[in-house]
């Protein structure tokens, strides 16, 4: 049976890990800075205090009822030699021998069940508690979404020709997760994938994202989550709440510039961020104008539109691996 001094230990050694855990979030200040940063940090302590306090805690009771226990099987070893020597009183006929004996039986007896019981407390409260693992992975998405949301329309490119505007949307979306503006050859693109590319965001264009993001060695860093998974503006916000980047297709005069007018069209556009108040944010690849179509806030309001009856709905759901 280990004891408490090893499990004391042990903790100290998680302490020193979250430790480093947090000075190297804080370190991350010489390279990155604004509100996705502070987002990081924010969320970072929130996991490191209220994870470690619950850890430490169950850790300590687990070492209590490790000590307890050593404890326990001496009073254990104790308890047999008293009945052992109480045998050989009453065989004897010791009476003296006997109530002495008798008295260490009762006392030892006592000290067992005390401890025992303590033992039970002391696991009870080690195992307590449960720690959601998925509250994690919303500080890792809710970093990713106040990033893109910072930064996304620095992503925004224009279509090389009229026809292209589902790659460039996906190219544009990869380009948001990595950070980086690495794909910008929409019309070259286009080309390789047949000229089809119309169809990817829909049930018939099969996995067309999922094998372009295989075909440039992305698989590692980005993961397609989702095909013709999008068909409303609710389902939009929340795959945008988890930091998700969403190729999304429609139909109709749903399409709003930055200028707050709208256009006619069939075509695909790149949602990149959601704000606090559900305002939804994405680059138009349309025309060769950046500042009236990137960074276009869709309201609620639009967002119903944009998905309304008669539109023609698909999509493509990008994360970050």
């Known amino acids: 049976m280990i004891s408490g001094g090893t499990v004391s230990s042990d903790l100290n050694n998680l302490q020193a890990a979250f430790d480093n855990y947090n000075s190297t979030i804080n ?55 008293s009945k052992d020597h109480y045998n050989e009183a009453v065989r004897v006929k010791d009476s003296s021998s006997i109530q002495k004996y008798n008295n260490e039986i009762s006392r030892y007896q006592t000290e067992v069940n005390d401890l025992k019981s303590q033992i039970i407390s002391c696991l009870e409260t080690a195992s ?29 490119q224009p279509q090389g020709n009229g026809d292209n505007c589902g790659i460039t949307a996906l190219m544009v979306a990869v380009n948001t997760i990595l950070g980086e503006n690495v794909y910008t050859d929409n019309v070259g693109e286009w080309k390789n994938l047949g000229c089809y590319t119309e169809t990817m965001g829909w049930s018939s264009g099969n996995d067309m994202a999922k094998r372009w993001v295989h075909s440039h060695g992305l698989d590692d860093k980005i993961e397609v989550t989702g095909v013709q998974n999008i068909h409303s503006r609710e389902e939009l916000q929340e795959h945008l709440r988890k930091g998700e980047v969403v190729v999304a297709s429609s ?33 138009d690849s349309a025309r060769s104008d950046s500042s009236n179509y990137s960074g276009i806030k869709y309201t609620p309001e639009d967002l119903d539109r944009f998905y309304g009856k008669g539109c023609a709905n698909g999509s493509v759901t990008l994360q970050a691996v």
């Open 27 to 81: 370190g991350l200040s010489s390279v990155w800075s604004g509100p996705s940063y502070d987002n990081l940090v924010s969320c970072s302590e929130e996991f490191s205090s209220n994870y470690l306090s619950v850890i430490k805690g169950e850790m300590e009771a687990f070492s209590s009822a490790c000590d307890f226990y050593n404890q326990y099987l001496i009073a254990k070893e104790n308890l047999n030699i």
């Open 128 to 156: 307590s508690s449960k720690l959601d693992y998925s509250n994690f992975s919303n500080i890792v998405h809710n970093t990713y979404s106040a990033s893109h949301l910072e930064n996304g329309k620095n992503f925004w």
């Open 251 to 283: 139909s109709g005069k749903v399409f709003k510039l930055a200028d707050g007018s709208t256009v006619d069209r069939n075509h695909y556009i790149t949602f990149y961020a959601i704000d606090e108040d559900g305002n939804c944010y994405a680059n």
